[in-house]
């Protein structure tokens, strides 16, 4: 319980109060809404389902990824998810598409509509997690493919992985992961357990 998150245990066994809001509510206090992998290593190793149906989670979640970008021309915002608007291999009209390989070691392709990104357009991109940095740094390059200006890249954590870093080093980027959580999270490390 040394890493602030004082409220839950993360637990797959455990039901969480999903209307619980502790009273202080520091940056990344709904990370410990999530529940570890126990599928294997084909799956994120942490799985953010419950703060996603968690309303004041949801939201203090969104404000710190969208704080950094406060004042920021964007003009689109992408999720890369296959209900988003880069997808993986399911449109079927004129796209782009991008080789990868995903945190798993899996190659697989993203695709993206060709009418969507127009020269000089500024996309904030969004994922859910980035660990190797590739399905990232595939969305990146169709973007840039395009003539698109990638104005920033937001997820529920960037790794300090070669990958992240890359990435880091390169655009703006936001994620909710406090700095002293990072080593765990980086190690795949639960804060609260």
């Not at 066994?13 to 709904?30: I, N």
């Not at 950094?68 to 449109?91: C, W, Y």
């Not at 598409?97 to 969507?116: C, F, H, I, Q």
Request: with cysteine; aromatic share 8%.
């Amino acid at each position: 319980m040394g890493c602030g998150f004082t409220p839950w245990q993360a637990n797959s066994t455990l039901h969480m109060d999903l209307s619980h809001v502790p009273a202080a509510r520091e940056k990344g206090w709904y990370l410990a809404l999530m529940a570890p992998n126990t599928k294997g290593p084909h799956y994120a190793w942490l799985d953010p389902s419950r703060l996603y149906c968690h309303p004041q989670g949801l939201q203090d979640c969104v404000a710190d990824l969208l704080q950094p970008f406060q004042g920021d021309p964007i003009d689109l915002v992408a999720g890369i998810d296959a209900m988003g608007f880069i997808l993986a291999g399911h449109l079927c009209v004129e796209t782009l598409t991008e080789p990868y390989t995903d945190y798993s070691g899996r190659e697989k392709v993203m695709e993206m509509r060709t009418d969507t990104v127009t020269p000089g357009v500024r996309i904030l991109l969004v994922d859910q997690w980035v660990e190797t940095g590739g399905t990232m740094r595939a969305a990146i390059r169709l973007v840039e493919r395009q003539g698109g200006v990638v104005a920033g890249v937001a997820a529920i954590c960037i790794e300090d992985s070669e990958g992240g870093r890359w990435i880091r080093e390169r655009y703006k980027c936001a994620h909710c992961v406090p700095p002293r959580l990072q080593p765990r999270f980086d190690r795949h490390q639960m804060g609260w357990e």
